[in-house]
């Protein structure tokens, strides 16, 4: 027998159809699209103002595959690490993460990684494969539901920047971020998504060609093309001018600024010429520096640059008239931070 289809696969306009080629009111379909969707469902008894025969049918028909949380760990900041186990067995994690004045979101958008990062915990797993629309938009409820619960407040903001590439599952981002963003589901601003990528050029292309709202961050590292493919091998074919290009149509069309992410290694991007290439590169598209600490993996080749190298970094950067921040890690303790997530549990 064929799994059961996620009622969640379908639209509004699909799910009349299917009612009323069996008999059942096309109304029902915005009552289940509410249930499904604003007041996140888990099964289908809990849509009580539905009859009997119709919870019956979809019992008999569909399912609903809400995420479920296999372990949940909290960190000494206050940062929860939820590993999530799929329908299909497979686990990816979120996180949240608790700040003074916002609780971030951090969502995977893959299972595994397609890219060989060589500083990345995700990148020794595989990509087994994209994650659905609504197993992303799962991911957002449940962080959502825990910040009530542990904080009392709710979630404010959504980083992409859990496991996977989510320009290499752009439809199903862009279909969660729909959900999460629409009345129909969470209302959230866009504005307050930030979808991070290694750097694919043609689909931040079609990013601004589709007039995307959300925010974009770029994973960058080295400002030097060789240097950036010895570390981050898918740049030797998409590499740096390409990326530039890309960055500098995205801007053109949607008139919003880059945020390159960047960790200082040493010996690897820590010298004057380093400061110099990500300089230069800032000047090409209005962009913003957030310099990263990174969150050790245990690979001896990496090893984070001193806090003086940071400052010099942060000096050069603000005297060229370029913004730039410094971001601590949070959850390192339970493997949690940045560049961490890899399922030890
Ligand atoms: N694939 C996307 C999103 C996931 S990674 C991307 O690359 O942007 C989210 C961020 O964590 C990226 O900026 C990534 O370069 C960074 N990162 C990866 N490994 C890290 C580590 N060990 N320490 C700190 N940051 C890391």
Redesign the pocket.
Known sequence: MFPKKDIRSFNENELKEILISNSFKSFRANQIYHWIWNKSAHNFDEMTNLPERLIAFLKENFAINFIKVNRMQKSSDGTIKNAIELFDGFIVECVLIPTKDRITACVSSQVG?S?N?K????SKLKRMRNLNPDEIYDQVVLINKQSKEYYNRPLTNIV???????LMNYNNVIKSIERITSKSGLGMSSKRIVV???GVPKMIKKMADDNVRFKL???L?SAINEKRTSIMPFNEKMNLNDLIDSLTYWYTKTKKIVTY?Y?IWKGINDNDEDIQALIDLCKKVPSKVNL??????DDPNFVQAPELIINKYLYSLESNKIKATVRRSRGEDIDA????LANKS
């Open positions: 990684c890219l990062c500083f990345c915990a995700t992409f920047m859990g496991m996977g590439e989510p991070s990528t290694s961050a770029v994973s590292h992410e960790v990263i600490q990174y969150n050790s993996i931070a940045c560049g961490q």
